[in-house]
C-alpha cells in the first residue's frame, strides 16, 4: 500500500496477484474509448470511438454493451472523455471543431439520452487538439470532478464541485500548476480526496504527482513506467493500479508498490497480468479491475486480484 502524506497504511503491502479472469466483457468491440464505473461498481461506462455513442455493460457478469447517450451527428458534438457523477448521471467531454464542452446525462437502463438535449452544458472554451490524452476523474464522496488534458490554450487542469446531479462552473482555482515541459496525461483520486495524475515531461517520463484539495503538491515520484495509460485505486485496500508500459518494454496491468530504497520512497511497478496495447483501468470493486486493451479492436476484460494476505513490511528495494 502507499505510505505517503494521504493515510495510507504505513509500511505495510498486501500482496496480489492475478485470479481467473472472466470471459472478456467486450471482445473486439468497435473501438471502445475510456473507462469510468458508477458509485456503486456495477456499471462500467464507457464511449464507443467508432458510433460515437457513450455505452455501458454491467460489471458482474458478461453482458451486451448498450448505448445509454446516442450517437453523436453532424449537428452533435463529439464524446471524448466520460466520468460518472451521482446515481444515474454521466458526465461527457464533447468537441465539435474547436469548441470544447462539458455535457452531462442520465444513463439509465431503460432509455437512450438525447445526445443533443443534455441535462447540463458547460462551455470549455476554444482550443484545437483531437483530445486523446483529455482524462477525468471524480472523488469517492462525488463531491467534485476534474478534467485534465485538454488541449492549449485552455487550462490543463479544471475543477468543478459536483451538487447532486448538478456541476458548478469549471475553474482551475485550486488547481495544480503544471510545470513547463509537463503535460497531465491520467488522473484519479485517492481514497482520501487527494488529486493523483500522472505527469508526462517532454522526454517521456512519467512522474506520479499527489495533491491536496487546495492543489498543494503533497508528493512527486517517478512512476518507474515507461509509459502509463491509465490509473486508479483499488476500493477497499488502497492498492495503485496502473495500465500502460513498463521499463523493460512489458506491458500490461500493473500494481504501483510504494516502497523505500536507499532511504528513500520510490514506486516499484509490479506487473500483474500482460495485455497488448492497455490504454484505461477502473477499479469496479475489491474483486474487479476493468481494463481496456488491444490495437486497433479492442478488448475490455475484467481481471480478478486474490490477497495472498499481508506481506509485512517491505524493506527497501534493490
Given at each position: 500500500?502507499?505510505?505517503?502524506?494521504?493515510s495510507?497504511?504505513?509500511?505495510?503491502?498486501?500482496?496480489?496477484?492475478?485470479?481467473?479472469?472472466?470471459?472478456?466483457?467486450?471482445?473486439?468491440?468497435?473501438?471502445?474509448?475510456?473507462?469510468?464505473?458508477t458509485?456503486?461498481?456495477?456499471?462500467?461506462?464507457?464511449?464507443?470511438?467508432a458510433?460515437?455513442?457513450?455505452?455501458?455493460?454491467?460489471s458482474?457478469?458478461?453482458?451486451?454493451?448498450?448505448?445509454?447517450?446516442?450517437?453523436?451527428?453532424?449537428?452533435?458534438?463529439?464524446?471524448?472523455?466520460?466520468?460518472?457523477l451521482?446515481?444515474?448521471?454521466?458526465?461527457?467531454?464533447?468537441?465539435?471543431?474547436?469548441a470544447?464542452?462539458?455535457?452531462?446525462?442520465?444513463?439509465?437502463?431503460?432509455?437512450?439520452?438525447d445526445?443533443?438535449?443534455?441535462?447540463?452544458?458547460?462551455?470549455?472554451?476554444?482550443?484545437?487538439?483531437?483530445?486523446?490524452?483529455?482524462?477525468?476523474?471524480?472523488?469517492?464522496?462525488?463531491g467534485?470532478?476534474?478534467?485534465?488534458?485538454?488541449?492549449?490554450p485552455?487550462?490543463?487542469?479544471?475543477?468543478?464541485?459536483?451538487?447532486?446531479?448538478?456541476?458548478g462552473?469549471?475553474?482551475?482555482?485550486s488547481?495544480?500548476?503544471?510545470?513547463?515541459g509537463?503535460?497531465?496525461?491520467?488522473?484519479t483520486?485517492?481514497?482520501?480526496?487527494?488529486?493523483?495524475?500522472?505527469?508526462?515531461?517532454a522526454?517521456?517520463?512519467?512522474a506520479?504527482?499527489?495533491?491536496?484539495?487546495?492543489?498543494?503538491?503533497?508528493?512527486?515520484?517517478?512512476?518507474?513506467?515507461?509509459?502509463?495509460?491509465?490509473?486508479?485505486?483499488?476500493?477497499?485496500?488502497?492498492?495503485?493500479w496502473?495500465?500502460?508500459?513498463?521499463?523493460?518494454?512489458?506491458?500490461?496491468?500493473?500494481?504501483?508498490?510504494?516502497?523505500?530504497?536507499?532511504?528513500?520512497?520510490?514506486?516499484q511497478?509490479?506487473?500483474?497480468?500482460?495485455?497488448?496495447?492497455?490504454?484505461?483501468?477502473?477499479?469496479?470493486?475489491?474483486?474487479?479491475?476493468?481494463?481496456?486493451h488491444?490495437?486497433?479492436?479492442?478488448?475490455?476484460?475484467?481481471?480478478e486480484?486474490?490477497?495472498?494476505?499481508?506481506?509485512?513490511?517491505r524493506s527497501?528495494m534493490?
Open positions: 500500500m502507499w505510505f505517503v502524506a494521504v495510507f497504511a504505513a509500511f505495510t503491502n498486501i500482496c496480489m496477484a492475478a485470479g481467473p479472469d472472466r470471459e472478456p466483457l467486450a471482445s473486439g468491440h468497435a473501438a471502445p474509448k475510456g473507462l469510468a464505473v458509485a456503486n461498481g456495477q456499471t462500467v461506462v464507457s464511449i464507443d470511438a458510433r460515437q455513442a457513450v455505452m455501458a455493460v454491467e458482474e457478469r458478461v453482458d451486451e454493451w448498450r448505448d445509454v447517450v446516442g450517437p453523436a451527428s453532424a449537428d452533435v458534438p463529439v464524446p471524448i472523455a466520460v466520468e460518472c451521482t446515481g444515474d448521471v454521466v458526465a461527457v467531454v464533447c468537441r465539435s471543431g474547436d470544447w464542452t462539458l455535457r452531462t446525462f442520465r444513463a439509465v437502463p431503460s432509455a437512450i439520452a445526445p443533443a438535449k443534455p441535462l447540463q452544458e458547460i462551455d470549455l472554451g476554444v482550443a484545437k487538439g483531437t483530445g486523446d490524452e483529455v482524462s477525468m476523474a471524480v472523488n469517492h464522496a462525488r467534485w470532478l476534474v478534467v485534465t488534458g485538454l488541449p492549449k485552455l487550462p490543463p487542469i479544471l475543477r468543478a464541485a459536483v451538487a447532486g446531479v448538478r456541476l462552473p469549471l475553474s482551475d482555482r488547481c495544480p500548476g503544471i510545470p513547463d509537463q503535460r497531465p496525461v491520467a488522473v483520486a485517492s481514497p482520501d480526496g487527494d488529486l493523483v495524475i500522472v505527469l508526462r515531461s522526454d517521456g517520463d512519467d506520479i504527482a499527489f495533491y491536496d484539495t487546495g492543489g498543494r503538491e503533497i508528493l512527486r515520484l517517478p512512476s518507474g513506467m515507461r509509459h502509463v495509460a491509465g490509473i486508479d485505486f483499488g476500493r477497499g485496500d488502497g492498492m495503485l496502473a495500465v500502460g508500459t513498463g521499463a523493460d518494454g512489458h506491458s500490461g496491468l500493473w500494481r504501483l508498490d510504494a516502497t523505500l530504497r536507499d532511504g528513500r520512497q520510490v514506486v511497478p509490479v506487473l500483474i497480468k500482460p495485455f497488448a496495447a492497455p490504454v484505461a483501468v477502473v477499479a469496479a470493486s475489491e474483486r474487479a479491475i476493468i481494463v481496456l488491444g490495437e486497433p479492436s479492442r478488448t475490455v476484460s475484467r481481471v486480484p486474490s490477497s495472498l494476505g499481508p506481506s509485512g513490511s527497501a534493490p
